[in-house]
């Protein structure tokens, strides 16, 4: 009867991905556009399957019209009116059922929506032209059959129901010419018309409302096509794409559908695992047969199976099917394979884990390996232990050979390390030069102190890098879990204190924790707690030591030197605060007030008194420094030549090239830099050509060996004459006796310090000796 513009089968696959890219269904309208030919599909079936009932109808009919109209009309009109009548139904219906047998065919014809209209509404014309035409010249019982024929006519659109605009339009044609007939027919009873209209009205209404429930289950079935059609075009490209596979299970648990492609993973045939227990065919993994067993959901299964590939990971997820009566039916699910997921995923936690320096496990991981070996230790009352590891002497290492050969060394020391531990222990590294070392059976203390030993004389070797040749040390601290701590923070910082103690001790030794080491690492929080609210109370005051021109022993400056009275421990000695200041970072706000206060007491002193303050390897790596010491001097406006800054070789011995560059910019604003204790370092005569320092202070140590060691004496002349080629002043320290005195004039120091001249004095004192002159040796 007419032909659809779009005809897709309901079993043909429809592939989105292969779609051109201006096919809307490939885009956003996808849906709608495969729900429109769905329908259209529907009708044509429809209308295939009622075009034989409506042409036999349509025929029937007419020869009922021309029965009544013989002898009454033309019998050759009438003649030609039923074969051109019968000729348009006959071909109308082959058209129709050629069409819904093309239904769903890739090469149906396309066509456009006002086809059916046209169609039904010319045979609807053709039909009516000869009953209209004759109607009003018929006697009153023609009149009767032509009524009751088109009357059946309307009736007949139930035919077209598939298709309402179709069925429509042939009502209002039949319709309409019956109501010409009426309108031209003066002669009709009044009653046959009114039968007449009334037939006509009853038919138009039952037949419309008919052909909107036929279009609208046709509608609803071609959603569900269309939905069912969507899901298996997603299913394939699940499958096609690799994302994964199906499967499906029987109430047996025998497989009924498994994905080709899970089929060729498995290297099987398909009769193979067709038929056969899912969890067997898949390497009889119990856990997968527990899910099936239960009848419940599950998802996130991972199973690991043996393929023709080689052991594979994949994650099984399952839904049990359930009839309509209740009744279970199996599983079906998907699975996915995981493998390249968990290889990746392995990959970044052994990264997590690793240490990429050295390949050892890191901070993070050691601590998972301590919470492990403690938890273990606890359950079997085995204790286990973990040693701390720092290295001495490692960061001149990296200032003097750079840091590629510094991290060949921490390779080294790591290599050995694992060596010397072996089957007994894991070694992991906790950042920079901290190692550290887990065992899960520390019963034998002995043991481990064997080993511990082992470790310092193997970390203690040399290390040949090229035609370089390196010695470092180690110091090792060790607690015992859970006697010494029951949790992992615990255990760390105990193994931490005792590591601190054999640092403290000299270095290169082992240390196990002990109830004494816990009681100083108090001390230290609690003397740092004091320190703290003592640089803000004002419990610290500044003394001055003199400095002497050793031509005229004339006073040149004071050297300050910061003390600590403290409201119940007395006066706290300067070793036990100061280092503790440097490890807290109280020394910033320490120094500065140093700083202040000794700027302070050089306003209130001649021109040509200078006041020196020392300087801490912590400060000067502060890129601040040079700002806050200018805003000092400028505040108490005193010359910059007229402070001094005193620094010790330890400044180079961890950030060199920071604090190098603060010491240039301290330089650059006129202060003095003076390199204080030469000589007892481990080497800065690298550093002297800097151009950062005017003045070098030799320790009291050579001024004392000096009386007795030759060697010490052509050292500080060495000194000396270093000095001069770079034109720096030389002071020396610790002079208390006036042979000490003559002996450092005469060897050319141009400073002296020391007893001899005056110990550190009150602020008070101090401006009190800036008033005489010259400078007298004591007695």
Not at 257 to 278: E, N
Not at 293 to 310: C, D, Q
Not at 385 to 408: E, Q, S
Not at 479 to 496: E, N, R, Y
């Amino acid at each position: 009867m007419y032909q659809t513009p779009v005809s897709v089968d309901a079993g043909t696959e429809i592939d989105i991905a292969e779609r051109p890219a201006g096919d809307p269904l490939a885009y956003g309208d996808g849906s709608d556009r495969l729900v429109e030919a769905h329908l259209r599909n529907g009708q044509l079936a429809v209308a295939a399957l009622f075009a034989p009932y409506f042409a036999i109808s349509a025929v029937g009919a007419a020869l009922l019209v021309a029965w009544g109209l013989y002898g009454n009309a033309s019998t050759p009109l009438i003649a030609g009116w039923l074969c051109l009548l019968s000729a348009a139904h006959w071909l109308a219906c082959r058209k129709t059922i050629d069409a819904g047998t093309a239904a769903g065919s890739r090469s149906a014809a396309a066509g456009t929506r006002w086809r059916p209209i046209l169609t039904v509404t010319a045979l609807g014309a053709l039909w009516s032209s000869l009953p209209a035409w004759a109607f009003a010249t018929q006697p009153h019982e023609v009149q009767v059959v032509i009524g009751g024929a088109m009357g059946a006519m309307l009736i007949a659109a139930i035919a077209l129901a598939a298709i309402p605009v179709a069925a429509m339009a042939w009502m209002a044609t039949i319709t309409v010419a019956l109501c010409l007939a009426y309108w031209f027919s003066a002669a009709m009873h009044t009653g046959i018309g009114i039968a007449i209209i009334g037939v006509a009205v009853i038919a138009v209404t039952g037949v419309a409302r008919l052909t909107r429930w036929v279009f609208a289950q046709l509608k609803d079935m071609a959603s569900v096509k269309a939905s069912a059609e969507s899901i298996r075009a997603m299913l394939d490209e699940y499958e096609h794409r690799g994302a994964g596979w199906l499967w499906q299970v029987d109430p047996e648990n025998r497989v009924v559908y498994i994905s080709s492609r899970m089929i060729t993973l498995l290297g099987r045939s398909a009769s193979q695992i067709i038929g056969h227990s899912l969890p067997a065919a898949l390497g009889g993994n119990g856990a997968l047969g527990k899910m099936l067993l239960a009848k419940k959901p599950f998802a996130n299964l991972e199973m690991e199976i043996s393929t023709r590939r080689g052991t594979r990971w994949v994650s099984l997820a399952g839904d049990p099917v359930v009839d309509m009566a209740g009744r279970f039916q199996g599983f079906r699910g998907v699975g996915t394979d995981i493998t390249d997921f968990r290889k990746n995923q392995e990959r970044l936690t052994n990264l997590a884990n690793m240490d990429v320096l050295s390949g050892l496990p890191n901070r993070g991981r050691v601590r998972q390996l301590l919470g492990e070996a403690l938890s273990a230790a606890c359950a079997d009352t085995i204790p286990c232990a973990v040693l701390f590891l720092d290295l001495d002497g490692f960061k001149p290492v990296n200032d003097t050979f750079g840091h590629p050969k510094g991290d060949l060394v921490l390779k080294s020391v790591a290599q050995r390390l694992v060596k010397e531990v072996g089957p007994m222990g894991i070694v992991g590294r906790m950042g920079g030069d901290e190692f550290a070392i887990v065992i899960r059976d520390a019963q034998s203390r002995t043991r481990i102190e064997k080993l511990a030993e082992n470790l310092i004389e193997a970390v203690a070797a040399p290390y040949h890098l090229g035609k370089v040749e390196i010695r470092i040390g180690v110091s090792v601290g060790c607690a015992f879990g859970p006697i010494d701590g029951q949790s992992v923070d615990d255990l760390i910082q105990k193994a931490d204190i005792a590591l601190y103690q054999a640092k403290a001790n000299g270095r290169g030794i082992f240390c196990h924790y002990n109830a004494d080491m816990q009681s100083a690492a108090d001390h230290r929080i609690r003397l740092e707690k004091d320190l703290a609210h003592g640089i803000q109370s004002g419990q610290l005051r500044l003394l001055y030591q003199p400095l002497i021109d050793a031509s005229n022993q004339s006073l040149t400056g004071f050297e300050a030197l910061v003390r600590w009275h403290h409201p119940t421990r007395g006066l706290v000695p300067p070793n036990d605060f100061i280092p503790l200041a440097e490890e807290t970072g109280l020394i910033v706000p320490l120094g500065e007030w140093v700083m202040e206060e000794a700027c302070r007491a050089a306003a209130t002193w001649p021109e040509h008194i200078s006041v020196a303050i020392n300087m801490s390897a912590r400060q000067l790596v502060l890129p601040s420094l040079p700002a806050t010491v200018n805003s000092a001097i400028s505040r108490h406006r005193i010359q910059p030549d007229r402070l001094e800054l005193e620094v010790t070789e330890s400044v180079f011995l961890e950030d060199s090239a920071g604090a190098l560059d603060v010491l240039k910019r301290l330089r650059a604003l006129g202060v003095g830099i003076a390199l204080d204790d030469f000589g007892t370092g481990y080497s800065s005569l690298g550093y002297l050509n800097k151009a950062v320092f005017h003045k070098l202070k030799i320790d009291g140590s050579f001024v004392r060996e000096a009386a007795e060691n030759k060697e010490t004496v052509a050292i500080i002349q060495s000194i000396v004459q270093l000095a001069r080629n770079f034109r720096m002043t030389i002071t020396a320290e610790g002079v208390e006796t006036a042979d000490d005195f003559m002996r450092m004039k005469d060897l050319g120091c141009h400073q002296i310090q020391g007893y001899l001249f005056g110990k550190p004095m009150s602020y008070d004192r101090a401006s009190e000796l800036v008033q005489g002159a010259p400078m007298r040796m004591s007695a």
